[in-house]
């Protein structure tokens, strides 16, 4: 594809309470922020942010509709300044946005679904599992810890990063076991359900049923490339790929392949539309060459224009 443009859609554990600050005052990004008032009870999402507690903010439910606003808004700003062809990666929730981002799903039907989706898992998985982040140990040693508690490795973020999926009790038994074996970090995330894992195999099968009733465009637009997040490949099936983003649920998210395929596709300019970080931090490290930054490193959105500018030239 030549020299392309890699945006990474931003999964849950990193809202915040000024998370649409960026996007609230942009002509743009009005229509995605209204959509989102009907799953959010009524209330305008920066409103919403601001006003919930910490449960709120980070329940699954509400924590899928936030992320995939905040994605479609900034996406909204800052699509007609993309210059040349885009490689678009979601992590967890956030391929969902991807696919809205990618064109094959209206916005109002990605906030449906994000609701759906989360309704699923909640269903499937209860109120006492959870994600863990370990980094510092191989998969081969960190698999052996968690096999005889239950617990699986749900995200591959690189060669010693990982975000592991279990019931709570398994996961904070993992998270010691694994700082007694040499990790550099083990914590366990403001996530409140095993996503990727196993346990939620029945969540994946109910979501695909939901995107089977869904309105999906049939093909890709010119110069767009979306990424699967269970393999890291291109989509170029649009129902192969819906029938992985619904799979993803229940299995291993593979992003550190997804980085690299933005890698292969050429891609020098990385942008993390957020909320928070975390996917410019991670591409950094499988990406060391790339110029790399997320939304939320910005006040405005003519400084993520400016900074988009400047990449271009």
Same mark, same amino acid.
């Given at each position: 594809? +030549?020299?392309?443009?890699?945006? &990474?859609?931003?999964?849950?554990?990193?809202?915040? #309470?000024?998370?649409?600050?960026?996007?609230?005052?942009?002509?743009?990004?009005?229509?995605?922020?209204?959509?989102?008032?009907?799953? &959010? +009870?009524?209330?305008?999402?920066?409103?919403?942010?601001?006003?919930? *507690? !910490?449960? !709120?903010?980070?329940?699954?439910?509400?924590?899928?509709?936030?992320?995939?606003?905040?994605?479609?808004a900034a996406w909204a700003i800052i699509r007609p300044h993309l210059p040349g062809s885009v490689v678009i990666a979601g992590y967890s929730v956030g391929e969902l946005a991807a696919w809205g981002c990618a064109g094959l799903l209206e916005p109002a039907e990605v906030l449906r679904l994000s609701v759906t989706r989360a309704e699923a898992m909640d269903a499937v998985g209860g109120n006492d599992s959870g994600l863990a982040a370990v980094i510092g140990l191989s998969q081969a040693r960190l698999e052996a810890l968690c096999r005889p508690h239950g617990a699986h490795i749900a995200i591959i973020n690189g060669k010693d990063f990982f975000i592991i +999926? +279990?019931?709570?009790?398994?996961?904070?038994?993992?998270?010691?076991?694994?700082?007694?074996?040499?990790?550099?970090?083990?914590?366990? $995330?403001?996530?409140?359900?095993?996503?990727? =894992?196993?346990? $939620?195999? !029945?969540?994946?099968?109910?979501?695909?049923?939901?995107?089977a009733g869904s309105h999906i465009a049939d093909r890709l637009p010119d110069q767009v490339r979306l990424l699967s997040g269970v393999d890291g490949n291109a989509v170029f099936d649009v129902l192969d790929g819906a029938h992985k983003l619904a799979a993803q649920i229940g *299995? =291993?998210?593979?992003?550190?392949?997804?980085?690299?395929?933005?890698? #292969?596709?050429g891609a020098d300019t990385l942008l993390e539309l957020g909320p928070g970080c975390a996917l410019a931090s991670m591409a950094r490290r499988i990406v060391p060459e790339g110029r790399i930054r997320s939304v939320d490193d910005f006040r405005t959105p003519a400084g993520v224009l400016a900074w988009i500018n400047r990449q271009a030239s």
């Open positions: 594809m +030549g020299s392309s443009t890699a945006i &990474l859609c931003s999964g849950q554990g990193t809202q915040h #309470a000024g998370m649409f600050d960026l996007v609230a005052q942009a002509p743009e990004a009005q229509p995605i922020l209204e959509a989102a008032r009907g799953p &959010l +009870g009524g209330k305008h999402p920066q409103q919403f942010v601001r006003e919930a *507690n !910490e449960a !709120e903010l980070f329940s699954n439910c509400i924590g899928q509709i936030l992320c995939c606003t905040q994605t479609l +999926g +279990g019931k709570k009790e398994a996961l904070k038994i993992v998270r010691d076991e694994a700082t007694k074996a040499g990790a550099t970090e083990a914590i366990l $995330l403001r996530v409140a359900v095993a996503a990727h =894992t196993p346990l $939620l195999a !029945e969540a994946s099968r109910r979501f695909a049923d939901a995107l *299995n =291993t998210l593979q992003w550190a392949a997804c980085l690299e395929s933005c890698r #292969a596709a």
